[in-house]
């Protein structure tokens, strides 16, 4: 199974630039919890994303003021991604070996034109690649902080 197969295409995209207040927004008008952050609108290059636990770790819980923050401070960046044409089996082993679940699918020419969650495996990958990618994407991180500072290995 290809990973265009399993994706949700189009996704919603901010910018870097993009205000904190407009991407809780699109979380909302998008019943999302996560939106790749790429270079600009016509480029659609993938550089981070954001999700609505990384505002909440990164800005809330450190007693930042969000509405005076955009998308880059408080994003996972560079991202993970992966080609659309890819695998589902080489999709499950980037999340796994990145611990991320969400993998924003770009391209040929290296655009944002899907992204694949732990619930598109779910409800389209099959029992087996949900349980596998669930039990290595949740076992606990080494680390003891919240959320990671570490980057992000960006595969394709």
């Known amino acids: 199974m290809k990973v265009q197969a399993i994706m949700t295409p189009n ?4 910018t870097p630039d993009t205000s904190l207040r407009e991407v809780a927004e699109m979380f909302v008008d998008h019943d999302c919890g996560a939106l790749p952050v790429v270079e600009s609108r016509e480029s659609l290059k993938p ?3 954001i999700t609505d636990r990384d505002i909440a770790c990164r800005a809330v819980a450190k ?13 996972s960046s560079p ?12 999709c499950l082993e980037a999340m796994e ?6 993998v ?15 619930a598109d495996i779910a409800l389209r990958g099959g029992k087996r690649a949900t349980a596998e990618v669930l039990r290595e994407v949740s ?4 680390s003891s902080s ?3 500072e570490r980057p992000l290995e960006t595969r394709h």
């Open 47 to 49: 550089v981070g994303i």
């Open 104 to 118: 924003i699918v770009v391209d040929e020419f290296d655009r944002c034109c899907g992204i694949v969650s732990q």
């Open 146 to 148: 919240a959320v990671s």
């Open 63 to 75: 007693g930042r003021n969000a509405l005076e923050l955009a998308a880059r401070d408080c994003m």
């Open 79 to 90: 991202s993970v991604t992966i080609r659309e044409d890819a695998s589902l089996t080489n």
């Open 97 to 102: 070996a990145n611990r991320v679940r969400r």
């Open 139 to 142: 076992e606990p991180m080494p």
């Open 11 to 14: 996704p919603a995209c901010c």
